[in-house]
């Protein structure tokens, strides 16, 4: 099982981002999967999650109705779109999966990680 991020970068406040994470090793609608993010001295946060569609999802209160993730059967994908940022979104972004299927935001519910892609928002 392989997980990896791309698509972070440095973007101004209010401004969008999207997350990709490439997937190997299993089929991505087959497990759940999430999203993290770590900033400098803080704990691993989870962000959103899935689990196969849009009715099977978790997310974190500090992004709801401005981050939406989503799964691409046909490029074994999935993804984050970030829109209205702000600096309080600077960090560390990890893409994690799991074949117990439990869209979750608590990282003991994932076995496999990525190695992580950084996203910076310049107020």
């Known amino acids: 099982v392989q997980l990896v991020e791309s698509g972070g970068g440095f973007v101004q406040a209010g401004g969008s981002l999207r997350l990709s994470c490439a997937v190997s090793?299993?089929?991505?609608?087959?497990?759940?999967v999430a999203w993290f993010r770590q900033a400098p001295n803080k704990a691993r946060e989870g962000v959103a999650a899935i689990w196969r569609s849009d009715d099977m999802t978790f997310y974190a209160d500090s992004v709801k109705g401005r981050f939406t993730i989503s799964i691409d059967l046909s490029k074994n994908m999935a993804y984050l779109q970030m829109s209205s940022l702000t600096s309080k979104d600077t960090a560390v972004y990890f893409c994690?999966?799991?074949?117990?299927?439990?869209?979750?935001?608590?990282?003991?519910?994932?076995?496999?990680w990525g190695q992580g892609t950084q996203v910076t928002v310049s107020s």
């Open positions: 090793g299993f089929t991505v609608d087959d497990y759940a």
């Open positions: 994690a999966a799991d074949p117990r299927r439990v869209p979750s935001g608590n990282a003991i519910w994932y076995d496999h």
